[in-house]
Each structure stands twice: as structure tokens, then as C-alpha cells.
């Protein structure tokens, strides 16, 4: 989710979604059945104002652009791309005819103006404002046509241009959804699931899937089971779990790529963590390609910075050794003066090199990592101390405790870094927790963010991914492949490169063009 929160975990009894599938079994659900989607945390909100899926593929609502499998954006209600103005402040776009709401009324540049505006507005206390600061206003001129005045050049407008549109003066609650995306909400549990119907007037055309249930489990060993009960007709799993699905002539294994990481934060305020030197060794100590092929069963890559190497972003200079070197490690300590105690545990001026790692109790992979880290970490003498934890128990321990964390977007560097490495932001929530603070990091991130020049921006970025990478502010440990399952065959399945927030968007961003295979 946006803001990392999950759910207090579900209790869940088998035969909960027995009347959603109708007929469980190997092949693709037939015209009128529920297809079941198991996803392991429940949405904050329904409001794209308030946070929902921002980046496209909700399925209730249209944004004035989408992604295609290669990432490139595509009209959705615009009818073209946008029009830019010589000086980069003003980009202005043309909407589609014809395109209705779910209550029928027709999508105009006023219900464009009102979505910005509302997320824009300070006392809606929107958790996602911050990326849409370089709005100064949205104009609506007439009924077509919507403008964008920006206070600065922003090359990613564009790909924020993906927000859902909302009815001018809908409710920011989100109870009772209402957009023009391709199926239409019926109703919501909370703690269960969400029941979509297909959109019989959608303006891409109707979905074959006509019905869709988007069920919440919390522990992954949980989904596994229900998706092997027949209880869900796809779901998301770690690599491991899904093991038990590969040559299964019922469903399918997706492995997709993914900019999407894990990795450990560090209170920088702190006198271990807050030590570049421990971190350096820490990091240089870790077994990353090991962590891939067993924890990950080969779906990933070792991680070494926040930007994938699968994207055109990425600093080839941020690399490292992929199978660790624990004797450079041990000689870095030792010439900063930590020394061996009587327990093996390096010490310094009377501290113990240890600290607290926790990470999500319900996130099987991340406390398999968190496992292997400490392991790793004590071969060195660092005593890495585990805690696994629900997120309201991990939140107000951030400034003092290392948290195994997930991130990662492939659509412009200025998401999340941003907010993960400007000062401005340090110690808001799950937004730079470790409190990082460097002039020349927030120089490069606003440049980065401001100029409307593509040479300008890359090499804003890959200076930013050195200094952070030189500063070890985090220790990334490995970018995932995002491993689906999905029961029985259908045409039209189109993989791309997934981001950290996958439950909306992912592989089923485009579900309303699936088909059962002949």
C-alpha cells in the first residue's frame, strides 16, 4: 500500500468466498462466474484522492493516460497526449467523447479539475499530495479540455497523469466508488473483499470477466493454501510459496520482473546504525546471490541501489559483490576500532555492535531476509537483534530500529526517492524514517524533479544513486520478480515491469481484456 500500513491480520475459514466461486476447478471461470483475486493486504481507502491506486490499474476508474506492457503511456480519457507548452509550465489535455461514469453521467474537464484540485487541497490532508506539488492549478476552459499550470517544468506529470478520475463533488470517502474504469464496484467487507461487475459500456469495451471478487489474506502461507483449495482463481505469492504450483497443469506460474525491493533502513540517529563505517561492513558481509536462490528460488536479481538495473535510470557504478565479502568486512571494523568482545560481538568506546531489525510478522520473505541478514551479520561480529511485528507496533520504533522495508517504482525516478531521500521529509512516517539529511542529495532530487531536460535529469539521478550508495543510508539486499498464479489458461495475460505496489495494477491491471484460452 501508499503508505506501507497493512491490516491487522484476517481471520479466514476455508469455503468464506464459496458462493463467489461457483465452480472451483482447473479451467478458466465461466461467463458469469466470480474470478477470484487473493491479494495479501486491503486498500487504505477507494478514493484515488486519498491514495487508491494512483499509478493506473484500479479497474473502477480511468486516469487521462495509462501504461501499456512496456510502460510507454497511452490515452485513456484524453483522447491524445498532451500538449506542452515551449517553457514546460503548461500542459493541457484533450478528453475522449463519449466516455460515461458508472452512473452515466458523461466525464468532463470539470470532474478532471475537481479530482486534482481535491488531492491538491491542503484539509483533505491527501497522503499522496506531495507528489503532485509541481500543480500550481487545473483549469477546465470547457468541457474537453483540461490545463495544467505548473509551478516548475515536470517531466513525470505525464505519468502522474494515471490518477483516477472521480464525478465532480463525489464524496473523498470512497465507501460507494464511482468512476469510469472498465468494471463498476457492488459492494465491500472490510477484512474480506470487494465485489466488481464489468462495465458493459465501457469505452475500451466490455471485460469477458464479468465478475470479480478481490479477496484480502494477510499471510502468504494462507493464500497459498486457499489458492490450492480452489478458493481463489489467482493470486500473489512469494517465490517460495508458489513453488508448489510450478508443473501443475491447472494453473500457470507468472514470474515478472519487477523495480520492486527489499531492504534495510537504518536510524541514521543512531549510534550503531548511524555509523557509516558498521554499515558499510554490514552490507559488504551479506550473501545476496544466496538470498536469490533460496529464499527467492531464482525470481530476483541482488540489489546494490533504489533504481533497478532492468530500467534506462539505473547507475551502472552502484553495484557490488552479489556473494558478499565477509573479510573486507572484518577488516573495515577493525581499522575503525571495532574490536571483537568476549561474545564475538565487535565493540567500540564500551557499545556493542547490535542493533534491532524488524520487519512485518505476517511477510514470510521479508523474515526469511531478515534470518539471513542476522546470520550473515554475526559471521562479522554485528549482533543483529530480529523482531517481527505488526506495522502499528514497527511505526513509532522507525527513528530507533532497522526495518526491512519494501520499495521500488520503474516508471520515473522522482517516485519515491523523492520522498525516501529529501530532508524535507525526514521522519514522516514510512517517508525517509531513518532521517536521512544531505545538501547536495536534495540539490540533486530537485533538479531532477524541476528541469525539463532528459540528459539533465539522468544525470541528476545517477549522482543521486552514488552518493546514496557510497553512504550505505540503506542496505538493499534484492529487486523481486513478482510471482503470480493463476488458474487455468487465457489470452491476453501481458506481463510488464511491476512496481513495489502490485496488488492494484500488476499483472492484472488488464484483466478486462483477459479471455479464456480456446
Known amino acids: 500500500m501508499r503508505l506501507a500500513r497493512r491490516l491487522a491480520a484476517l481471520s479466514v475459514t476455508f469455503g468464506l468466498l464459496a458462493a463467489a466461486c461457483a465452480n472451483p476447478g482447473s479451467g478458466p471461470a465461466a461467463p458469469g462466474d466470480a474470478f ?39 490515452p485513456a480519457l484524453a483522447s491524445a497526449a498532451p500538449v506542452t507548452s515551449a517553457d514546460g509550465r503548461t500542459v493541457t489535455f484533450a478528453l475522449r467523447d463519449g466516455v460515461r461514469f458508472h452512473d452515466g453521467r458523461p466525464v468532463t474537464a470539470a470532474d478532471v479539475e475537481y479530482t486534482y484540485e481535491a488531492l491538491l487541497e491542503e484539509a483533505n490532508n491527501s497522503p499522496i499530495r506531495g507528489d503532485y506539488a509541481a500543480i500550481k492549478e487545473v483549469a477546465a476552459p470547457d468541457a474537453r479540455t483540461v490545463v495544467f499550470t505548473l509551478h516548475h517544468p515536470y517531466a513525470p506529470l505525464v505519468q502522474r497523469a494515471t490518477l483516477g478520475i472521480v464525478p465532480k463533488d463525489a464524496p473523498l470517502t470512497g465507501d460507494r466508488p464511482i468512476g469510469a474504469g472498465p468494471y463498476r464496484f457492488v459492494s465491500r467487507t472490510p ?31 494462507v493464500r497459498a493454501t486457499r489458492m490450492s483449495a480452489g478458493e481463489f482463481d489467482a493470486t500473489i505469492l512469494p517465490p517460495k510459496a508458489a513453488a508448489q504450483f510450478g508443473g501443475r497443469q491447472d494453473v500457470t506460474v507468472h514470474q515478472v520482473p519487477s523495480a520492486d525491493y527489499r531492504g534495510i533502513m537504518f536510524p541514521l540517529d543512531q549510534p550503531v546504525t548511524g555509523d557509516r563505517t558498521v554499515r558499510k561492513a554490514f552490507s559488504l558481509a551479506i550473501d545476496r546471490k544466496a538470498m536469490v536462490d533460496t529464499i527467492l528460488a531464482g525470481a530476483g536479481i541482488p540489489a546494490f541501489g533504489p533504481v533497478s538495473p532492468d530500467t534506462a535510470w539505473h547507475a551502472p ?40 531489525l524488524m520487519y512485518p510478522a505476517g511477510d514470510s520473505l521479508r523474515k526469511d531476509l531478515a534470518l539471513t541478514v ?23 520504533r522507525m527513528a530507533k530500529d532497522a526495518l526491512i522495508m519494501g520499495w521500488g517504482s520503474p516508471y520515473d525516478p522522482d517516485y ?29 532530487l530537485r533538479t531532477g524533479r524541476e528541469s525539463g531536460d532528459d540528459a539533465t535529469r539522468k544525470r541528476a539521478y545517477r549522482d543521486f544513486q552514488k552518493i546514496v550508495h557510497d553512504d550505505e543510508v540503506w542496505t538493499y539486499l534484492v529487486f523481486l520478480k513478482h510471482v503470480y498464479v493463476v488458474r487455468g489458461r487465457y489470452q491476453g495475460i501481458q506481463p510488464s515491469v511491476d512496481a513495489h505496489e502490485h496488488a492494484v495494477g500488476g499483472l492484472f491491471r488488464d484483466i478486462h481484456t483477459w479471455r479464456p484460452a480456446a
Do not use: C
Open 374 to 396: 542476522a546470520s550473515d551479520a554475526r559471521k562479522i561480529g554485528v549482533d543483529v537483534q530480529l523482531a517481527g511485528l505488526d506495522w502499528d507496533a514497527i511505526e513509532p
Open 191 to 221: 477484512g474480506d473483499k470487494i465485489v466488481l461487475e464489468g462495465n458493459r459500456d465501457y469505452w475500451g469495451g466490455a471485460p469477458a470477466i464479468t465478475r470479480l471478487v478481490l479477496a484480502f489474506a494477510e499471510d502468504d502461507n
Open 317 to 356: 557504478e552502484v553495484t557490488g559483490a552479489a556473494s558478499g565479502d565477509p573479510e573486507a568486512a572484518g577488516r573495515l571494523l577493525e581499522e575503525a576500532g571495532w574490536k571483537p568482545g568476549e561474545d564475538g560481538v565487535r565493540v567500540k568506546d564500551g557499545r556493542r555492535a547490535a542493533f534491532s
Open 416 to 444: 519515491v526517492n523523492y520522498e525516501l531521500f529529501h530532508s524535507a521529509y525526514a521522519g514522516k512516517g514510512f517517508f525517509n524514517p531513518g532521517r536521512y539529511r544531505d545538501p547536495e542529495v536534495d540539490r540533486l
Open 36 to 74: 477470484v483475486i487473493g491479494l495479501g493486504s486491503e486498500f487504505d481507502s477507494l478514493s484515488p484522492v486519498m491514495g487508491y491506486a494512483p499509478d493506473g490499474g484500479s479497474l473502477m476508474y480511468e486516469g487521462l493516460m495509462s501504461r501499456g506492457p512496456d510502460l510507454s503511456m497511452r
